[in-house]
């Protein structure tokens, strides 16, 4: 692939999304091939001990770099963690023949502009169906299940799994400050956005205060109004099972963008343990990876602010 497509493929993965917005990758260009590494500078060590989400996160990003090159009519090979004694080396892309799905995957590179991760209300769906098989199918060619949870008593579960999700997360101090230093303003190119004018606040109020009972209450509603609610979940729980659901979710989220649909994230029962194991039995799911709430935005979705190219890319390869 010649230095034009390979930084395109690089900036449509830097599109992806991510916990916190934290953009925990980096990129090294070589002639025909990409590497994509884990920047662990990035990671979330109390709101991610494991690296899970990190992963997921380099999973969507990947996704992305498989899409750009579809739509360039360059196939890929790719390889999932190809060196095992360097943990930090997540995947590698290899230009070859074209894939077996590129037509398909072509199909949703134009959206990936349009993806965003929209937190405020959505209109009702009345019907979802055809939305929801494509959307299983999709997952499902990463080999990652896709369930929409239809049941009234799972979703209310689920939303008390949420609520008290938020009481153990915003309880503990370090936790508060983990997230208060990702709410930055726009121009940091990361993190959740706040206005310049308000984020020393906010940062303030998040160290000092425990907002887990507002918080709670907020995220019920979420859960109660959600036109779908969706699980994804993995077949194992290690970090090859993580990125091929970060690869899953970036082409469910996509697939939402197509029919004017976005999604926001509701993860904090995957954040804690013992809740993870109860959202496991109320879902029967072994590895639930992903809680997402998708619908039709009522306002228009605002991007995210994102990071240099160049600072993306290893200074070995910055050519």
């Known amino acids: 692939m010649d230095k034009q497509t390979a930084r395109q493929m690089v900036h449509s993965a830097m599109l992806a999304p991510s916990s916190h917005n934290s953009q925990p990758w980096r990129f090294r260009l070589h002639e025909n091939a990409i590497e994509l590494f884990a920047d662990r500078s990035r990671a979330l060590p109390v709101n991610d001990p494991e690296d899970r989400e990190l992963h997921i996160s380099c999973g969507c990003a990947l996704m992305n770099m498989r899409l750009a090159a579809a739509k360039a009519g360059i196939g890929l090979k790719v390889e999932l963690l190809p060196q095992p004694d360097n943990p930090d080396l997540l995947a590698k892309v290899v230009q070859s023949a074209p894939e077996e799905e590129q037509p398909l995957l072509a199909q949703l590179a134009d959206e990936i502009p349009s993806r965003h991760t929209v937190r405020s209300d959505y209109e009702p769906v009345s019907d979802a169906g055809d939305l929801i098989s494509d959307l299983r199918q999709w997952a499902r060619l990463e080999g990652v299940q896709l369930t929409a949870v ?33 709410m930055l303003p726009p121009n940091r190119g990361e993190g959740l956005a706040v206005s310049a004018l308000w984020s020393p606040f906010v940062r303030t109020m998040i160290r000092w205060f425990n907002l887990g009972s507002l918080m709670a209450r907020k995220s019920t509603k979420l859960v109660d109004r959600a036109p779908l609610l969706l699980v994804l979940s993995s077949c194992g729980d290690g970090p090859r099972q993580w990125l091929e659901t970060g690869q899953a ?32 039995k109320i879902t029967g799911l072994a590895s639930p990876q992903i809680l997402l709430r998708v619908g039709r935005p009522v306002e228009k979705p605002i991007a995210s602010p994102r990071r240099a190219l160049s600072g993306m890319l290893d200074p070995v390869s910055n050519r």
């Not at 049941?151 to 008390?160: D, H, L, N």
């Not at 926001?264 to 013992?274: D, G, I, K, W």
């Open 150 to 182: 239809s049941s009234e008593v799972q979703r209310q579960r689920i939303a008390g799994l949420v609520a008290q999700a938020d009481q153990t997360l915003w309880s503990d101090p370090a936790w508060r400050r983990e997230l208060a230093r990702w």
């Open 249 to 280: 979710l970036q082409t469910v989220l996509l697939g939402c963008c197509q029919r004017g649909y976005q999604g926001s994230f509701l993860n904090q029962p995957v954040q804690v343990p013992t809740l993870r194991n109860r959202l496991s």
